[in-house]
C-alpha cells in the first residue's frame, strides 16, 4: 500500500460537476422529445448547446483536476506511479461504463416500453461483434461514427474520449519536464492534425469518418483544463501573475455573466467554439476550487452530493428521460411540469442507489493505490 503524504480538496468542484451533468440531462430532455415524436418544433436554442457544453465543462474539468493531482504527485513521491492511475481510472470508470453496455445490448433492446422506432433490436444488434469490441477497447464514440448511435449508450462516447486521452496524458506528465511546452504542443497538436485531416487528406468516406471521430476526441479541452491546473500548482512568476489576473473579482463576475448570455443567445462561434468555451470555464473552476476570494461558493451538503454521484447521473439519466416520456405519453396539460422533475428525480435515486451498492466498493479499493488523497477522501480526513 502506498504512503498517503498529501491531501487535495478542491471546493466547488462537486457542484461544477453536477452543473454540467444537469445541462446534458436538460438537452436529451428537449431533444428525446422530437424522438419519441411529442413535440416535432425546433428544440430551444439554448438547449441546442447547453448539453455539448456541459460535456466540454466535464472534459476542463476532468483535465484539471487529473493534472493537479499528477503534478502533486510528482512533487510529493518524486515520481508518478503509472501502473496505480489505470488501476484507479479501471475501478471508477469501467464498472459503471459496462454496466451500461451490458444494458444497452441485453437488456433494453427486449424491452418493448424502452425500444425507440428506428433503433429496434435487429439494429441495435447488427455488426454487434464490431460494435462491443470498439465499446471493450473503449471507443465507443468510433461506434457513433461508423454504426450510428446505440440507444442508452450514446452518451458513453464522451468517456471513451477521456479514456483515450488519459492513455498517454500520465505518461506526458511524467516524463516531459516543461509542463507549459507540453500543454501548448498537445493544444497544437491537436488544431494540426485537425487542419490536414479537414484540408490535406482526399476528400473520402473514411476522411469523413477520422474527422468525425477526431473531433470527438477534444484532446484540446482537457489540455485547457491542465493549462488552468498548472497556473495554480506552479508557483513561478509567471503563474502568480496569471492568478491574479484571473482572481480579480470583476473578471469573476464578468465571466461568469458572459457564458450566460453566450448561453441564453446560444453563441456558437464560427472557429475554436470549444476552446473560447473551455477557456471561460477554466477560469471559473480555478476561481470556485482554489480563490478565496471568489464571487460566491457552492460548497454545501446537497450540491457536495449530487456531485459526488453525478457519474451515475450522466450514465442513467438516457433510460429515465425515455421512460418517464413515454410513461407520460398521453397526458394532457401537464406533461412539461411533470416531466422535467419526474427525470431528474428518478435519475438522482437510481444514481444514488448505484452509487452506494454497486460503485461505491470499486471505489474503496482504489485506497491500495492512492499516493495523494483527494476528493471526499480528502475532506474528510
Known amino acids: 500500500m502506498l504512503l498517503k503524504t498529501e491531501k487535495v480538496y478542491f471546493k466547488n468542484l462537486n457542484a461544477i460537476r453536477f452543473i454540467a451533468a444537469l445541462g446534458v440531462i436538460l438537452y436529451h430532455i428537449e431533444s428525446y422529445k422530437k424522438v419519441l415524436k411529442i413535440d416535432d418544433r425546433r428544440v430551444n436554442d439554448s438547449m441546442e448547446i447547453i448539453g455539448p457544453l456541459g460535456v466540454i465543462l466535464f472534459f476542463v474539468l476532468s483535465g484539471f483536476l487529473i493534472t493537479y493531482l499528477l503534478l502533486t504527485e510528482q512533487q510529493v513521491t518524486g515520481t508518478i506511479h503509472i501502473k496505480n492511475f489505470y488501476v484507479r481510472r479501471i475501478l471508477r470508470i469501467w464498472p459503471l461504463y459496462?454496466?451500461?453496455?451490458?444494458?444497452?445490448?441485453?437488456?433494453?433492446?427486449?424491452?418493448?416500453?424502452?425500444?425507440?422506432?428506428?433503433?429496434?433490436?435487429?439494429?441495435?444488434?447488427?455488426?454487434?461483434?464490431?460494435?462491443?469490441?470498439?465499446?471493450?477497447?473503449?471507443?465507443?464514440?468510433?461506434?457513433?461514427?461508423?454504426?450510428?448511435?446505440?440507444?442508452?449508450?450514446?452518451?458513453?462516447?464522451?468517456?471513451?474520449?477521456?479514456?483515450?486521452?488519459?492513455?498517454?496524458?500520465?505518461?506526458?506528465?511524467?516524463?516531459?519536464?516543461?509542463?507549459?511546452?507540453?500543454?501548448?504542443?498537445?493544444?497544437?497538436?491537436?488544431?494540426?492534425?485537425?487542419?490536414?485531416?479537414?484540408?490535406?487528406?482526399?476528400?473520402?468516406?473514411?476522411?469523413?469518418?477520422?474527422?468525425?471521430?477526431?473531433?470527438t476526441t477534444p484532446i484540446q479541452c482537457m489540455s485547457?483544463?491542465?493549462?488552468?491546473?498548472?497556473?495554480?500548482?506552479?508557483?513561478?512568476?509567471?503563474?502568480?501573475?496569471?492568478?491574479?489576473?484571473?482572481?480579480?473579482?470583476?473578471?469573476?463576475?464578468?465571466v461568469l455573466i458572459i457564458i450566460i448570455l453566450l448561453i441564453s443567445i446560444a453563441v456558437k462561434f464560427p472557429y475554436l467554439d470549444r476552446e473560447i468555451y473551455a477557456v471561460l470555464f477554466g477560469i471559473l473552476i480555478c476561481n470556485f476550487a482554489y480563490n478565496e476570494h471568489r464571487i460566491f461558493s457552492m460548497e454545501n451538503s446537497v450540491l457536495n452530493y449530487l456531485g459526488k454521484i453525478s457519474y451515475g447521473l450522466y450514465m442513467y439519466h438516457m433510460i429515465f428521460v425515455v421512460f418517464t416520456m413515454r410513461v407520460l405519453q398521453y397526458s394532457i396539460g401537464v406533461y412539461n411540469v411533470l416531466l422535467y422533475p419526474m427525470v431528474i428525480l428518478l435519475t438522482i435515486f437510481v444514481a444514488s442507489i448505484s452509487y452506494k451498492y454497486f460503485e461505491k466498493p470499486f471505489i474503496n479499493h482504489k485506497n491500495a493505490f492512492v499516493s495523494i488523497t483527494s476528493g471526499e477522501e480528502a475532506k474528510e480526513s
Do not use: C
Not at 508557483?235 to 484571473?246: E, P, T, Y
Open 224 to 254: 485547457i483544463g491542465g493549462f488552468f491546473a498548472l497556473i495554480i500548482f506552479e508557483k513561478n512568476k509567471a503563474s502568480l501573475f496569471l492568478q491574479k489576473i484571473i482572481f480579480y473579482k470583476w473578471l469573476q463576475w464578468a
Open 98 to 215: 459496462f454496466l451500461i453496455v451490458f444494458l444497452a445490448f441485453f437488456v433494453f433492446p427486449f424491452i418493448d416500453f424502452m425500444i425507440l422506432e428506428g433503433y429496434e433490436r435487429h439494429k441495435t444488434w447488427s455488426s454487434i461483434g464490431y460494435k462491443l469490441f470498439l465499446f471493450v477497447i473503449f471507443l465507443p464514440n468510433l461506434v457513433l461514427m461508423l454504426f450510428g448511435r446505440v440507444p442508452y449508450a450514446g452518451q458513453t462516447w464522451s468517456i471513451g474520449a477521456e479514456e483515450q486521452f488519459y492513455l498517454v496524458w500520465p505518461w506526458l506528465v511524467k516524463f516531459v519536464k516543461n509542463k507549459w511546452i507540453l500543454i501548448a504542443g498537445v493544444i497544437l497538436m491537436y488544431w494540426i492534425i485537425a487542419y490536414i485531416i479537414d484540408n490535406v487528406l482526399p476528400d473520402h468516406k473514411y476522411t469523413k469518418i477520422l474527422w468525425a471521430f477526431w473531433i
